[in-house]
């Protein structure tokens, strides 16, 4: 299983920007699959995740209503869409993939794949 992670780059406070992971050796229209992100000096955290089969999503409190989790099962590929950017969402960002949901969603030890990450800039 791979997933590569792409779209991140440098954007202005109030801005937007679009992440997408492509999955290979893996169907996400079967499997979990989520959004981390890691600040300098700070541990992963939990930003999205969208469950297997019916599609439902979970966000943490500092994204949600400004981000927005999908995917497109025919491009095998997760997206995230981020709207109202703020310089406090600077880091870099992982996507993730699991076989099925798990009620510990937001904990990263609990998701099995991982691509490498794509940063994200945001300037005030």
């Known amino acids: 299983v791979q997933l590569q992670a792409s779209g991140g780059g440098l954007v202005q406070a109030g801005g937007s920007l679009e992440l997408s992971c492509l999955v290979s050796g893996l169907s996400i229209s079967s499997s979990s699959g989520g959004w981390f992100r890691q600040a300098p000096g700070k541990e992963r955290e939990f930003v999205a995740a969208?469950?297997?089969?019916?599609?439902?999503?979970r966000y943490s409190g500092s994204v949600k209503g400004r981000f927005t989790i999908s995917r497109d099962n025919t491009k095998n590929t997760l997206y995230l869409r981020m709207n109202s950017l703020k310089p406090d969402d600077t880091a870099v960002y992982y996507c993730a993939v699991r076989s099925y949901w798990s009620v510990r969603y937001y904990e990263a030890q609990y998701w099995d794949y991982w691509g490498k990450g794509t940063q994200v800039t945001v300037s005030s």
């Open positions: 969208i469950r297997e089969y019916n599609g439902a999503t």
